[in-house]
């Protein structure tokens, strides 16, 4: 599956992982090591499909599972818990980017006045300074358009 996986081949990386995911289930058991890493190897060819919630959703059980047969403290407990931070990032960057297309969309085409107008900008109540230049500068792009 791990071939299939670094070849681009998800689907038959996810069939074989799925098959081997479930056989060691029922074989081993929800809590047996072998089936917590294939858990975790699923979800980590969902990750890369960008199938943010499945990925997520199936490294929820794997860090449960690892904590629960290892310890909070193990190697890899740890390694399980960072795979899961980094799911979740990367899920605030879709809808980051979601986000700022959005924003785009309506600075630009839509109603620029009300979201890019310098009086409106988004800006900490009391510095006055702005705290998402990023978006301001997205805005102010859009607004020349």
Known sequence: ASTYRNQGRWKEAEELEVKVMETSRTVLGAEHPSTLTSMANLA???????????????????????????????????????????????????????????????????????????????????TRKPRWGWLNKLCDKGHKQ
């Open 44 to 126: 980590v060819t969902y990750f890369r499909q960008e199938r943010w919630a499945e990925a997520e959703e199936l490294q929820i059980q794997a860090v449960a599972g690892y904590k629960k047969s290892y310890g909070v403290h193990h190697p890899d407990t740890h390694t399980v818990i960072s795979t899961l931070a980094y799911i979740r990032h990367m899920r605030g960057q879709e809808t980051l980017t979601n986000l700022v297309q959005e924003e785009s969309s309506i600075c630009g085409l839509q109603r620029p006045e009300s979201h890019c107008d310098s009086s409106n900008r988004v800006s900490d109540q009391n």
